[in-house]
């Protein structure tokens, strides 16, 4: 398995990973921010450029505040409203809002602990990432600390909008409900990925792709045929929260489009 596709099975999805990640963020310097190059940014030791387009390529469905609904993304089912509910997410947003208003400057944020995922490639929304926090979801679910922080760049700078809560993969919708009701949120995995064949990987970018989160394989049959190797899920659930929005339905939705979006400043 190469190291772009380990890396792929293993970001946010488990406890090893995070580790590894938490030891690049602890050998960071981020004084000169921003100008410094983190192209290689979260990406293992000998990966080239093609490698992180690749990478990139797999982030997308979940860089944008409009996320692709298709064969590749399982989302939870709306419940219907019980008491309570929406007292108990508002207070998660309150809480979300307060704890993470002094990442309005990102240079905050990288003092923290938190890295920019694939900086230099261009993405309508960046994640920023502790691993520390990442690893603490999977065990328990603390509002004050997102897995992950969502900007949007403009020019050399970032503009926070949001952020991403995670939860271990084998949870069900129960389980999530206990985090953020499911009433109110969905939550959303990735699922049905095929790893492309050793020597093939330029066959998992758009926008023919056939492998990958963006590729026209979806089954393991499919992708056994093709002489790909296939995963039913290869990341953590996740949902997204943007606790600045000035109306309700904005904070914990899936549908808005970005950049052309008019968030609260």
Request: charged letters at 20%; glycine letters at 6%.
């Amino acid at each position: 398995m190469s190291k772009t596709w380990r890396l792929i099975l293993l970001i946010t999805g488990t406890f090893v990973f995070a580790v590894l990640a938490l030891s690049l963020a602890n050998s960071q310097d981020h004084s000169s921010m921003p100008g410094m190059d983190h192209s290689q940014t979260n990406m293992p030791e000998g990966a080239d450029q093609g490698d992180a387009q690749q990478m990139s390529h797999s982030m997308q469905s979940m860089s944008s505040k409009h996320m692709d609904m298709g064969p590749h993304m399982k989302m939870t089912e709306l419940r219907a409203s019980r008491p309570r509910d929406q007292e108990r997410a508002d207070k998660i947003v309150a809480e979300l809002r307060q704890s993470i208003a002094k990442y309005q400057d990102y240079h905050v944020a990288l003092n923290d602990g938190y890295q920019i995922f694939l900086p230099n490639v261009k993405m309508p929304m960046k994640h920023f990432t502790n691993w520390h926090y990442a690893v603490e979801a999977q065990f328990h679910f603390n509002p004050d600390h997102p897995t992950s922080l969502l900007y949007e760049q403009h020019g050399d700078t970032y503009k926070l909008i949001g952020a991403m809560y995670t939860a271990p993969k084998r949870y069900t919708e129960d389980d999530l409900d206990k985090r953020v009701p499911l009433s109110v949120a969905q939550w959303h995995e990735h699922v049905n990925l095929c790893r492309p064949p050793s020597g093939r990987e330029q066959e998992a970018l758009p926008p023919h792709a056939r492998f990958g989160l963006a590729g026209s394989i979806t089954t393991k049959e499919q992708c056994e045929a093709a002489g790909g190797t296939f995963y039913p899920i290869i990341y953590n659930w996740m949902v997204h929260v943007y606790p600045f929005e000035k109306n309700p339905q904005d904070v914990w939705s899936m549908e808005r489009q970005m950049p052309g979006h008019q968030h609260a400043d």
